[in-house]
């Protein structure tokens, strides 16, 4: 089955722009979590969708919003462009987003994002 | 707070095994993730733990001690191929994923 796809793949904005990323989750999968990674850094939590709804919410400002569609695809936005914004935002899917036991989150090749 | 510790590079020669440690503290806990990310590529599930004890999956294996707050992942019969970085994550009372930094490993011929 086709995996989690991201796009764009690479994108490059100057400071104060805004930017909106979008992932489709494997067919099937009801959550999709998305994460920003920078080097040296572990993978940093946005949130979480479930159903259209917002289940999780990580520790990054109000800048950083997303939304999920009735098709489970979802997008994330960043308006106002910081220099560090920069980084790779890697979303996730999973059937449950409860990976208990048998579970995992399937990863898709991320947007890498540079901010001028 | 919650903190997942693991060491930032290794480096280990072909055909060797290698034993990655991750230390956590969650709020709780869920259970522990290991993933395997290739550089430029998406992580990829190796392995969850949830109980106590030794997982193995062919050449790759992982521990849980929940008591200690600890982990590692072992790998047998290093190939090339395993030259990635290994991310730790543990899960906490929220089912919220901790992720350690990652540990980038360095195989050798």
């Known amino acids: 089955k086709a995996g989690v796809t991201q796009t764009p793949r690479y994108l490059i904005k100057t400071r104060g722009q805004q930017v909106t990323l979008s992932c489709s989750p494997i067919?099937?999968?009801?959550?999709v979590s998305w994460y920003q990674q920078t080097p040296g850094q572990g993978l940093q939590f946005l949130f979480e969708?479930?159903?259209?709804?917002?289940?999780n919410k990580g520790n990054f400002p109000g800048r950083f919003s997303g939304r999920q569609f009735s098709n489970s695809r979802s997008e994330m936005n960043v308006s106002t462009l910081e220099l560090g914004d920069s980084a790779l935002y890697l979303c996730?899917?999973?059937?449950?987003?409860?990976?208990?036991?048998?579970?995992?989150?399937?990863f898709g090749e991320g947007s890498r994002l540079t901010v001028l | 707070g919650q903190n997942i510790d693991q060491p930032t590079e290794m480096t280990a020669t072909e055909g060797a095994i290698v034993q990655i440690n991750c230390t956590y503290q969650?709020?709780?806990?869920?259970?522990l993730f290991w993933y395997q990310q290739h550089a430029g590529e998406a992580p990829t599930f190796l392995s969850y733990?949830?109980l106590d004890g030794l997982e193995e999956k062919g050449r790759f294996s992982s521990f849980l001690s929940r008591s200690k707050g600890y982990s590692y992942l072992l790998l047998k019969e290093l190939q090339m191929k395993d030259s990635a970085s290994y991310l730790c994550?543990?899960?906490?009372?929220?089912?919220?994923?901790?992720w350690g930094a990652g540990t980038k490993l360095i195989i050798k011929p």
């Open positions: 733990n949830v």
């Open positions: 969650t709020s709780g806990f869920n259970g």
């Open positions: 067919s099937g999968h009801r959550s």
């Open positions: 994550a543990g899960m906490d009372s929220n089912y919220q994923l901790i």
């Open positions: 969708y479930f159903s259209e709804t917002q289940r």
């Open positions: 996730a899917s999973s059937w449950s987003g409860r990976p208990l036991g048998t579970g995992e989150l399937f």
